[in-house]
């Protein structure tokens, strides 16, 4: 306290020398009562990640009680790793983009682009495996700096920006690939190095694929670097509020530049694992993903207006999809009611979230 | 006694499309002293705040920081330069910690590789300090400093926002209407601040509407209208409504540079 009264002359107008004999507390953070509502609420925007852990626990039980073990199998759970696991990478750039209050129509478009550069570079072109590979890396970051310049730069939207690059970067796939798949066995004969991330470890009857470990570990890199340093604590409150940011010394375009060029790279990451999930490369695949990696953010809780979730909650999002489709599948229910339900939950988590960012002292 | 001025500006002139938020203005600082800029509602005063801590850039006009000559393109320029800025807007990140905003770019990283290599932050560090700097300034007890700013009151906040500008070691202080949405407790402890960080030796900028505040604590009145300084006024040699007068056109001032 700055208490200076038994020494110096109380200070200000004599209506506030009553001040000083009145309750000190005001100022302190305190605790006041919350009822039971209250306080889930408190408790879930502090964790943002909990719904989304409680809805995935709940629904691998439900799941796990109705089609029994077919589904609650350690080959079923794994399976449902490996079948999330591209959707669940770009969901992982994804994340970046939304947190920063943005979000990105084109990751699906980037990774296919990058997957038939590489494909066309090691397989036709006689490129070495790795060389093809870095070349797509950079070609993703380039991809996603070019999204980044023009939001930054431009001051376009980024819905307007990646609606725009999407189609682009459809194109570019398209004419490059001849719209012609290249073949599996092309592949293994000239770069078994793009299938890398097919490969499986057995354990028992899990069948865990490097792709399922891979989207594991990009999601904990980019948890660490956006909890753990100076940038990631930038991206959120760059996200938060970008005037605020500036103001507080944040070069907000920088962010968000590499935010954008580190969403890119992601992207190509995943095209290198998708070439192992599929097997071939096609560039007509993943046309729908990339709504796919916007559903897994929501469902995980990262909030469309920036700044707030975790992205681990994206790889829940993607995993509760996967469950829902792997255990409707399994109770044979038609196609149709795992969209439909996919749908309940995306508008469910959209309307948590408003209500979370309700919360107030 | 002559003494240098730590802080001028010469000239600002700072256009909006058609409004002209700053015309001609110019801007005394000196050392050690609370400067209060008051003035009229869209006189300019944010604006003049503005150009001098890098948030925006004037169009014509030069600034000077201990007589040489500076020109911020950003606002971390400005902060690096020593002028530390508490907006009217506060420019708090809502959904971060108290902490996170207190070091908001100019975060602490862990000694050794963890910190070169990983860039990995030193949360321990940054709490210990802020919990202190919190404290000294006497502007609150913490419970938790990790706590969503945005879960904190009006009071609070500027208290956060107040502590973060004053934390740093800087040369200036500027402060836009720092008062304006506390109650009376909470205003007298940001006063009671900016005396502490007066005894401390630093010149301080407050801009505020609350004459009594300004009377009490101002060593110095600038009284902006109309775009530029109109006059500066010894606050002991004049009354309230003098100063009211002024800023409002009600009355011309004898002597624009009594106070200089
Ligand atoms: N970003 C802006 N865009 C357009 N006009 C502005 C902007 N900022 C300030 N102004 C205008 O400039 C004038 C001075 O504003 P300001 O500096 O905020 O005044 P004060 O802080 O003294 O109330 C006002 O007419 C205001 O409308
Ligand atoms: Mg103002």
């Known amino acids: 306290m700055t208490d200076m009264t038994q020494t110096a002359p109380p200070r200000g107008q004599s209506f506030e020398h009553d001040l000083e004999k009145s309750d000190r507390t005001v100022a302190a953070f305190e605790r006041t009562k919350r009822g039971p509502l209250g306080t889930i609420q408190h408790g879930l925007h502090g964790n943002p990640t909990l719904v989304p852990v409680i809805v995935l626990g709940l629904s691998i039980a439900a799941f796990g009680l109705i089609a029994g073990g077919k589904f609650f199998s350690a080959f079923n759970l794994t399976l449902i790793m490996q079948q999330v696991s591209i959707i669940g990478i770009l969901a992982a750039a994804q994340s970046l983009i939304i947190l920063t209050a943005g979000i990105d129509l084109s990751v699906a478009a980037i990774m296919v682009l990058m997957s038939v550069i590489a494909g066309n570079l090691a397989v036709y072109m006689g490129v070495p495996a790795p060389v093809a590979l870095l070349v797509a890396f950079a070609g993703g970051t380039g991809a996603g700096l070019m999204n980044g310049f023009l939001v930054t730069k431009v001051k376009l939207p980024p819905f307007i920006t990646t609606l725009g690059t999407w189609s682009i970067f459809y194109a570019l796939n398209l004419w490059l690939s001849g719209a012609q798949s290249i073949r599996s066995q092309d592949i293994d004969k000239a770069a078994p190095l793009l299938k890398f991330f097919g490969n499986t470890i057995a354990i028992g009857n899990a069948r865990v694929t490097y792709g399922s470990i891979l989207m594991i570990v990009v999601f904990l890199a980019l948890w660490f670097l956006l909890n753990k340093t100076a940038w990631g604590r930038h991206v959120y409150a760059v996200g938060d509020d970008k005037e605020a940011a500036e103001l507080a010394g944040i070069r907000t375009d920088r962010t968000l530049l590499s935010v954008y060029g580190l969403a890119g790279l992601v992207c190509a990451i995943a095209a290198w694992a998708s070439i192992g999930r599929v097997g071939s490369i096609s560039p007509q695949a993943y046309y729908e993903a990339n709504l796919h990696s916007i559903t897994a953010v929501v469902i995980g809780g990262i909030s469309l207006f920036g700044g707030r979730g975790s992205i681990l909650g994206a790889l829940f999002g993607a995993l509760i999809v996967g469950v829902f489709q792997s255990g409707l599948r399994l109770a044979d229910v038609d196609v149709l009611w795992q969209v439909f339900a996919i749908g309940w939950l995306i508008i469910i988590a959209v309307a948590i979230d408003q209500w979370i960012r309700k919360v107030s002292a | ?260």
């Open chain 2, 1 to 260: 006694m002559k003494r240098d001025p730590i802080l001028t500006a010469r000239g600002l002139v700072k256009r909006y499309g058609r409004v002209t938020a700053l015309d001609n203005c110019d801007f005394d600082l000196y050392p050690g002293e609370i400067l209060a800029v008051i003035g009229d509602n869209g006189a300019g005063k944010s604006s003049l705040i503005k150009a001098i801590s890098g948030a925006v850039q004037a169009d014509e006009g030069e600034i000077r920081l201990e007589g040489r000559p500076v020109s911020f393109r950003s606002p971390l320029e400005a902060q690096d330069a020593g002028i530390s800025t508490v907006y009217q807007t506060l420019a708090l990140s809502p959904a971060l910690s108290i902490v996170d905003n207190m070091f908001v770019g100019r975060e602490l990283r862990k000694p050794g590789p963890l910190g070169t290599w990983l860039r990995m932050l030193d949360k321990p560090a940054m709490r210990a300090f802020a919990r202190e700097k919190l404290n000294d300034l006497g502007l609150m007890t913490i419970q938790d400093i990790d706590q969503a700013v945005e879960t904190l009151s009006g009071g609070q906040r500027q208290g956060v926002a107040v502590a973060r500008a004053a934390a740093f070691g800087s040369k200036v202080i500027i402060m836009d209407e720092p008062t304006a949405a506390l109650g009376v407790k909470e205003s007298r402890q940001v006063l009671n601040l900016i005396l502490d960080l007066k005894a401390k030796g630093l010149p301080i900028i407050l801009i505020s509407h609350n004459m009594p505040h300004v009377f009490e604590v101002a060593d110095r009145v600038h009284v902006h209208r109309l775009g530029k300084r109109l006059c500066t006024i010894d606050p002991k040699k004049h009354t309230m409504s003098d100063a009211v007068a002024y800023m409002t056109g009600a009355k011309q001032p004898d002597d624009v540079n009594e106070a200089a």
